[in-house]
């Protein structure tokens, strides 16, 4: 993956003003939302799947943060129906972009 396409792809993510939202709708799809973990996850461009949690320092939501989880190749196997508005998906256990703090 070049770099210019990782940076595109992580500040998009990380830019969202809409987070729980779809980050960016034309580029990515739902997979999973606020189940408890203060997670997102989504499908990116039909290739990868990357996520951002929140994170709640000393307990205190006044001192709310936000970090991206590492994103990796993810592949849609089917699609959402009427009956269940869930969809299959194949992660590789390899990762595309990875995220460390600077100190």
């Known amino acids: ?9 992580s500040e998009m993510m990380n830019d969202t003003e809409a ?9 990515t799809e739902t997979m999973m939302t606020h189940s408890g973990s203060g997670g997102s996850t989504w499908l990116v461009d039909e290739t ?3 996520a951002i949690f929140r994170r709640d320092l000393g307990g205190d939501i006044a001192n709310r943060t936000f970090f ?3 994103c990796i190749p993810a592949e849609r196997l089917g699609e959402a129906t009427e009956e269940s508005p869930f969809f299959d998906v194949d992660f590789e256990a390899r990762t595309l ?5 600077q100190g």
Do not use: F, K, T, W
């Not at 993956?1 to 792809?9: H, K, L, S």
């Not at 987070?19 to 580029?27: F, I, N, Q």
């Not at 972009?97 to 703090?101: A, F, L, T």
């Open 68 to 70: 991206l989880s590492p």
């Open 97 to 101: 972009i990875d995220y460390h703090e």
């Open 1 to 9: 993956m070049d770099c210019d396409y990782a940076m595109d792809v």
């Open 19 to 27: 987070y729980g939202e779809e980050a960016v709708a034309e580029r």
């Open 48 to 50: 990868m799947a990357c």
